[in-house]
Structure formats: structure tokens, C-alpha cells
């Protein structure tokens, strides 16, 4: 079965930057939104960043102006930037495609994600 496979996570000071990637197939981010999503324990999973068929970009506040969302179609990969990185940005983070700006409902199963924390 298809699958959205997470890396680049990793352990980083605040203030730090690390980019994520999610590799996919089928040209799937031409055909759908797609959108990186964290989960912090005790929380739910949340939405923090989303990428357009057309290329336009949504960011949940919390990491707008921090945060930088990009695609390279060709590779069928998505890429989250995260720069100026803080404590509470610590959550294990998944990609997933879907519709409409919320990327929801979304298309593959929940993959393993990758974990980022910051801490110093």
C-alpha cells in the first residue's frame, strides 16, 4: 500500500533549525494538498502547515514567519523548513495528503512520523 514515509528529525537547541522531508509517490502533492501535522503528547494532532495544488501556503500561527512549507513534484517530496525553533515545537511530526486547506480528510494511513525536540 502507498505510504508517506518522514525524516530529517532530530534533536536541536532552541533557536536551532532543522528541514523535514516526506517522501511520497505518484505525483501525489500535484494531485492533492499537502500538509505537515504534529502531535505533542498529550495533544491532539494539529495541522501546522499546508501546500496547495497551485503552491499556495497556509501556517497555523504558532509557527508563521518560523516555519516554510515547499514541495519538489518531481522528487514526489514535501519539505518543512522550521527555523528559530522553541521548546514547545517539540512534537513527533507526520505528513499526510488530502483536500482543501485543512488537508482533510486525509488520503494514506498515518505513517511513524519523525520526532523533533528542542531542547537545550
Known amino acids: 500500500q502507498a505510504q508517506l514515509v518522514e525524516s530529517g528529525g532530530g534533536l536541536v537547541q532552541p533557536g536551532g533549525s532543522l528541514r523535514l522531508s516526506c517522501a511520497g509517490s505518484g505525483n501525489i502533492f500535484s494531485k492533492y494538498t499537502g500538509g505537515w501535522f504534529r502531535e505533542a503528547p498529550g495533544n491532539q494532532r494539529q495541522l501546522v502547515a499546508s501546500i496547495r495544488t497551485g503552491g499556495t501556503t497556509d501556517y497555523s500561527e504558532s509557527v508563521k514567519g518560523r516555519f516554510t512549507i515547499s514541495r519538489d513534484n518531481a522528487k514526489n517530496t514535501m519539505y518543512l523548513q522550521m527555523n528559530d525553533l522553541k521548546t514547545e515545537d517539540t512534537a513527533v511530526y507526520s505528513c499526510?495528503?488530502?483536500?482543501?486547506?485543512?488537508?482533510?480528510?486525509?488520503?494514506?494511513?498515518w505513517g511513524q512520523g519523525t520526532q523533533v525536540t528542542v531542547s537545550s
Open positions: 499526510n495528503v488530502g483536500f482543501g486547506v485543512k488537508v482533510t480528510p486525509v488520503v494514506y494511513p
